[in-house]
């Protein structure tokens, strides 16, 4: 018996394949992942235990009822649309640009109606704005 070592290449494995495919398994299932929105959310809303402070005479005062119909200064405007919030601030503020807006609005407002409310004070250039709050009921 003549048993005679053969010179062979050293046996190696090539890892460029594998990591093809996991990244490709990885790349498939980032993608096919359902992310689902989490629509439970609970807020505790805190409430302003500030006390009231009084209002200059000029102010702008935006009231917004519970189906998102705006009134300035106690004048109902026709719509919601954004211009003719814009063109109601307009009139209502007579020359002066300076003048402190309090937003009233509904606990059951649409979100959108303030932040059409406080985007359409923004645009006409106005900067001093409130959000009117009540105070907390005690719990005597």
Do not use: C, W
Request: proline share 6%; net charge negative.
């Amino acid at each position: 018996m003549n048993f005679k070592r053969q010179n062979r290449e050293p046996v190696e494995v090539n890892l460029t394949p594998l990591i093809d495919i996991v990244f490709l398994l990885l790349i498939f299932f980032m993608v096919s992942t359902t992310f689902t929105k989490e629509n439970h959310l609970k807020l505790d809303l805190p409430e302003a235990s500030a006390e009231p402070v009084n209002q200059p005479d000029s102010v702008v005062e935006i009231i917004i009822n519970a189906q998102g119909d705006y009134s300035i200064n106690g004048q109902a405007l026709l719509n919601k649309q954004l211009e003719t919030l814009k063109r109601g601030l307009q009139k209502s503020l007579a020359g002066r640009d300076d003048a402190p807006v309090v937003i009233t609005a509904d606990a059951n407002t649409p979100h959108q109606a303030v932040v059409r409310a406080m985007d359409a004070a923004g645009q006409v250039g106005l900067v001093n704005l409130s959000i009117t709050t009540r105070q907390p009921r005690s719990s005597e």
